[in-house]
């Protein structure tokens, strides 16, 4: 290596000794870390020995890295390249070393759901601006070979593949002759490409979903976009068959990748670029892309017979490559590509495998054991009406907490502790909640769920440890205080509550009410949102969040206020309550002063629309005691069904269900894809239009079921009440329009010419 220390220091005037070390990735052309004055580079050389025709062209890749940097695209910076053999033994090149994560296993296992749909999100959008570049502009005319891109592949994947073989595989074969007899009617396409674009050659940035680099270009050429993308997305047809046997090498991943959905990469590519969700004739490119990847293992297997592999495991690509075959066969017959076989709400949204067998679980659960206890339950607290031990738990629900646990069934809210998605977990609570208690049996309840998202997302490690764990593991519950009495607090800058630092110690000073589950004597901790002072002349930044145990004294429970009548003390209450002089240590503040708006957004995100999940599943209740009742009751010498008014209420409620469902799932996709701030207005659409779609149910039910409807006999009374304080509980549905309509106007003003 003195000839590159030499080269380093005459070109790059950069001086001290050379540090080097081979890296173990790059199946095909060796690569070095190389570290010299400080600063730190990559090396990336031809293998030595005979090689197939047309690979290893570290030339080209150098070449296509330098006009692509020099357009703002994310590569490493390029430095130098030698052709001159006698140096190292072959040519080379050096570039930065860029510094981020490279994910070796395709299902991201180190990160969550959402922060594992984030990344993949990141790498599609960033092939869909590799593909929108003209090779012109980039000073890259002539880097391909002119039309013909798909006959090319289809020949040169053939020859190499013939060139390493080491045995017959007819599924190799009969794969080449549909290739070459299936060839797309467009191979006219001329489009930068990647050639090897996957995850784990891409280097994302150390804590955000953000590109930093894209890596391996010796593939790259013009050709045609959608190969780029099928390759990308390949492994969400691998077959399940050959887990085990990819498993340690670069082919490998240790669980089915679900979030994002396939769907979901090629919508938000299609729309990155401009062009339509139709895509034609893409059997062809993912059955090129298994034959693809089967010639580069038996490429890599071949270079292991002859000594000159890169990769330690390099010997077991040659028991993949009969595997890729077949599935690349298999994929040629298909017409139409999905990443999973069981949709629901039609074809727009798709619930993971896991989401499947854990909603078949939860059902399983409230049919075996929580309809059952229902009568119970309510028997208790109709019971305890008038003593203190309402505000209790009976024993029988901390039962069914316990038996739901043992069965895994807990803290399904949670993205990154239980493994679901949002849209996995909307038709999740839509189930719980049919039963009034049920989302407590699983805990996923509020206000529960709200402050464990604020803990998990914004809690120091001490603040975890002491509140988040027995909030998780259900020993403790909490309440959240926000909304004030002596103010409008649909205007939350309103709130009057002081936090304010003395010394060690923050002291809190207000009042605050509607703070649910406070009554419940196992509530231990409330998360209290306060104003601070603070220099900041924004009106957002000026509030905090705090953690108060329940116990502090000058904290004190005025009342319980009822909710048209009903205390609702299943869920702890709704509590007055006042902080005279509550001081706690300045440990308990969250993420720091003035970020309480900040706090309260993400946790108002997935959590905002967990209400409308579950109020869901109260609809269908509503809509099943309403179809009972016309079915049992007569007026004027006919069932009530045959009235055409109740026949119609019947029709309407499950066309505002179905509706009401649907926004509802195209809002938990958008967060699982695109997060929280992307889907503000669908979070806004969805909190306006459920709570109005099921009062709507829940009215019509109480109509046909007369007076029965507003009494004990029936729930349809408790949830009316319930329902009709989520238009206000969070957030009046008048915010929410006003909201909607400002980003509607903002979309569409991207789209007139006239000013607005």
């Known amino acids: 290596m003195c000839w590159v220390d030499f080269l380093l220091s005459s070109e790059k005037h950069v001086f001290g000794p050379l540090w080097c070390a081979l890296l173990d990735s790059g199946q095909s052309n060796p690569t070095f870390y190389l570290q010299k004055g400080g600063q730190a580079y990559v090396l990336r050389k ?92 980039l000073g890259l005319q002539g880097y391909g070979r002119g039309p013909g891109y798909c006959r090319r592949q289809v020949s040169t994947w053939k020859k190499q593949y013939d060139a390493a073989a080491h045995t017959d595989i007819p599924a190799m074969n009969k ?57 990308a997305t390949l492994f969400y047809f ?32 299609c729309r990155c670029r401009g062009i339509s969700t139709t895509l034609s004739n893409f059997n062809f490119f993912l059955a090129l892309s298994y034959f693809k990847m089967a010639a580069i293992a038996q490429g890599v297997y071949a270079r292991y017979l002859i000594g000159n592999a890169s990769a330690e495991n390099s010997h077991e690509f040659a028991k993949i490559v009969k595997p890729l075959a077949e599935r690349g066969l298999e994929l040629s017959k298909r017409s139409s590509f999905s990443s999973t ?31 059952p206890a229902e009568k119970e339950i309510i028997n208790y607290y109709a ?62 309840h509020a206000p529960d769920t709200g402050n464990m998202e604020v803990l998990h997302m914004y809690g120091t490690e001490e603040q975890k440890k002491e509140w988040l764990e027995p909030l998780l593991e259900g020993k403790i519950s909490s309440c959240f205080c926000m909304t004030e009495p002596d103010v409008a607090s649909s205007d939350a800058t309103n709130m009057q509550c002081s936090i304010e630092r003395e010394g060690n110690s923050y002291v809190i000073n207000g009042k605050k009410w509607w703070s649910s589950g406070a009554g419940n004597p196992n509530c231990k901790v409330a998360i209290v949102m306060g104003k601070t002072k603070t220099s900041s002349a924004s009106r957002y930044e000026q509030h905090s969040m705090i953690i108060v145990p329940m116990d502090t004294p000058g904290l004190k429970l005025i009342r319980p206020l009822s909710v048209f009548g009903y205390l609702d003390e299943i869920h702890g209450g709704h509590f007055e309550i006042h902080f005279n002089d509550v001081r706690v240590p300045v440990s308990n503040i969250i993420l720091g002063e003035g970020r309480g ?54 029709a309407e409620c499950r066309l505002s269900i179905e509706q009401a469902r649907l926004l509802t799932l195209k809002t938990a996709s958008k967060i699982d894809t695109l997060g929280n701030r992307k889907a503000r207005k669908e979070v806004a659409m969805t909190k306006v239009v459920v709570p109005r779609a099921v009062l709507k149910v829940i009215d019509c039910a109480i109509q046909v079921c007369g007076g029965a409807g507003v009494s004990q006999d029936f729930p349809l009374a408790s949830m009316f009440a319930y329902i009709r304080t989520l238009r206000l509980a969070d957030g009046p549905d008048e915010v929410h329009l006003s909201a909607i309509a400002r980003w509607e106007l903002l979309d569409q003003s991207k789209k007139l010419t006239a000013k607005i």
Not at 246 to 269: C, M, N, W
Not at 342 to 357: A, N, P
Not at 409 to 418: A, E, G, K, Y
């Open 597 to 650: 708006f900040e706090i309260a957004q993400g946790r108002l995100g997935p959590g905002r629309i967990h209400h409308c999940m579950r109020s869901l599943g109260a609809a269908e209740t509503a809509l099943q005691i309403m179809c009972q009742r016309a079915a049992q009751r007569e007026t004027f010498g006919k069932k009530l069904y045959h009235h055409e008014v109740v026949a119609h209420w019947i």
């Open 383 to 444: 019971g305890h009406g008038n003593t203190e031990e309402k505000w209790k738990k009976p024993p029988l629900l901390e039962r069914l907490k316990e038996m739901a646990k043992a069965e895994g069934l807990w803290n399904l809210f949670l993205p990154d502790i239980s493994g679901l998605s949002q849209l996995d977990y909307a038709l999740i609570a839509e189930e719980t909640g049919k039963c009034f208690f049920a989302p407590e049996v699983f805990n996923c």
């Open 238 to 269: 691998w077959p399940t068959s050959m887990k085990d046997l990819s498993q340690g090498s670069v082919l490998g991943f240790k669980d089915t990748i679900e979030s994002p959905s396939f769907e979901e990469l090629v919508s938000i590519y």
């Open 46 to 137: 031809k293998p030595h020995g005979p090689l197939l025709p047309r690979a290893h062209k570290v030339d080209r890749e150098y070449r296509v890295q330098k006009a692509l940097f020099s357009a703002g695209f994310p590569v490493p910076e390029p430095l130098l390249y030698c052709s001159d053999v006698s140096i190292i033994g072959t040519e080379f090149y050096v570039m930065q070393h860029v510094q981020g994560r490279i994910f070796r296993d395709l299902s991201l296992p180190e990160v969550g759901p959402a922060e594992r749909s984030a990344l993949y999100i990141a790498m599609i959008e960033t092939l869909a601006l590799l593909h929108s570049f003209d090779l012109q502009s």
């Open 341 to 371: 076989h069981h949709s629901i709400s039609g074809e727009f949204f798709h619930q993971s495998r896991k989401g499947q067998e854990i909603l078949l679980k939860v059902k399983q659960f409230m049919k075996q054991h929580i309809y």
């Open 175 to 231: 794969l080449a002759e549909w290739l070459g007899d299936n060839l797309p009617p467009d191979d006219n396409e001329e489009i930068l490409i990647h050639g090897d674009f996957r995850i784990d050659n891409i280097i994302f940035h150390p804590t955000e979903a953000r590109v930093l680099a894209v890596l391996d270009w010796e593939l790259s050429t013009a050709g045609h976009p959608l190969a780029d993308l099928a390759y």
